[in-house]
Nanobody
Framework: QVQLVESGGGMVQAGGSLRLSCAAS????????MGWFRQAPGKDREFVAS????????YYADSVKGRFTITRDNAKNTVYLQMNSLKPEDTAVYYC??????????????????WGQGTQVTVSS
């Protein structure tokens, strides 16, 4: 059974940091593009960041550029999202996703065939 399991969410004050993890199992994701998306209450799911299979390329939404960093450890089948300088508008459920369609259409959720269950991040002002 293919699974992506996120962890590391929680509540933090504005300006604080959190590190999300996404552990993959059931198949090897080392050749997949991995991504993070988020969905705030009453809003559509939005792209946050992506990383290529080898980690050599990354891509970020403008809203998080310079504050968030996506990395991966293929030996552990895990992808991370380091979130610094958090703002109340970063409050959302964060989802990990995997795409076996290469480095393309990264911002489009349907490009990703595998999804985690999400982890809540709440940033208080």
């Amino acid at each position: 059974q293919v699974q992506l399991v996120e962890s590391g969410g929680g509540m933090v004050q504005a300006g604080g940091s959190l590190r999300l993890s996404c552990a993959a199992s059931g198949r090897t994701f080392s050749s997949d593009t991995m991504g993070w998306f988020r969905q705030a209450p009453g809003k559509d799911r939005e792209f946050v960041a992506s990383i290529s299979w080898g980690g050599g390329s990354t891509y970020y939404a403008d809203s998080v550029k310079g504050r968030f960093t996506i990395t991966r450890d293929n030996a552990k089948n895990t992808v991370y999202l380091q979130m610094n300088s958090l703002k109340p508008e970063d409050t959302a459920v964060y989802y990990c996703a995997a795409s076996d369609r290469g480095w393309a259409n990264l911002r489009i959720s349907v490009q990703y065939g595998y999804w985690g269950q999400g982890t809540q991040v709440t940033v208080s002002s």
